[in-house]
């Protein structure tokens, strides 16, 4: 009875290891599927399919604008023919600070293109802007109608279609109802990453971007200044996109069709401290 019991006693210990091994392989097992899913789940995440834009030569319209409509009432300028009538608009960055957009809205302005963040000129890296959520949210509670703009530092497609996909991750929730903007220049300090790029790399760049936002459900929109948009870019490969065109002075110069112009950066607006860059939409009755 006594060899009974002690035999019965190691049977059980043996199964205890054996149960404690099994449990021990089952985490082991667990741990390496979960590593597993989240590695495929994030490439997967990397690699949604990106087709290089088609880039067709196609030439570019002039615009129809009579600057004979083109007012200026102190800092805001509007226009109105028989075709065409303007929104007034402003572009925001954390460079502005805490803004009370009640007061803006109450100003009269209609619309706020606002900078969701920039590359890093050194680093590369993307960053948000620290003040884009704030400025989102005072926007859309005002009722000013908003759209974004990404200052841009890519150095090849890839890296645009990056800018791009953050972005639109940046977005989701807001009511972004106004184009979402490629911002490429040179900056002012720091490194410059794109100053060696060709034009044929810039313009490629400058397509990867925006027919990114496109594929992602939103109206992608050029930025530059008169001056730079033809030096940077081969427009008659980027038709398919509107322009925003920034020229300060009593009108603008350039011949081509733009949507917007940003006509001065020393604007003044109740609800901001300081300077703000000022901008009309023209819009088709």
């Known amino acids: 009875m006594y060899m009974f019991i002690i035999c019965t006693m190691a ?33 997967a995440r990397r690699t949604i399919p990106y087709e290089p834009a088609e880039l067709v030569e196609k030439t570019r319209e002039l615009h129809s604008y009579d600057w004979a409509n083109l007012e200026t009432d102190g800092n805001f300028a509007s226009y109105n023919d028989d075709r065409y009538t303007s929104l007034q608009g ?13 007061k803006v809205k109450a100003a009269g302005i209609d619309f706020a293109f606002i900078r ?3 590359r890093g000129t050194e680093s590369g890296w993307c960053t948000e802007d620290r003040w884009f959520r704030t400025n989102m949210e005072g926007a859309s509670q ?6 974004v703009y990404f200052f841009s530092q890519a150095i090849t497609e890839e890296e645009a279609v990056e800018e791009a996909d953050y972005v639109a991750r940046q977005i989701k929730g807001y009511d972004v109802t106004y184009p979402v903007v490629f911002d490429m220049e040179h900056p002012e300090t720091g490194t410059d990453r794109i100053r060696d790029l060709s ?21 992608p929109m050029l930025y530059n200044s008169t001056g730079l948009l033809d030096v940077f870019f081969d427009m008659d490969l980027l038709t ?17 069709v733009f949507e917007i112009w940003q006509y001065t950066n020393t604007g003044r607006v109740d609800g901001i401290r300081g300077n703000v860059d000022m901008d009309i939409r023209f819009t088709e009755k």
Do not use: C, N
Not at 203 to 214: C, G, H, L, N
């Open 240 to 256: 398919d996109y509107p322009v925003w065109a920034a020229e300060y002075g009593s009108l603008p110069r350039y011949p081509y």
């Open 90 to 102: 402003i572009d925001v960055s954390e460079h502005q600070a805490e803004i009370d957009w009640e």
């Open 142 to 147: 005002a009722g000013i109608d908003i759209g």
């Open 199 to 219: 034009r044929e790399e810039k313009t490629r760049i400058a397509a990867a971007f925006m027919s990114r936002v496109q594929w992602a459900g939103y109206t």
């Open 11 to 43: 049977v059980r210990r043996r199964k205890r290891r054996r149960l404690k091994r099994q449990v021990v392989y089952f985490l082991i097992f667990s741990g390496i599927l979960l590593v597993s899913v989240v590695l495929l789940t994030t490439k």
């Open 116 to 118: 969701t963040g920039y």
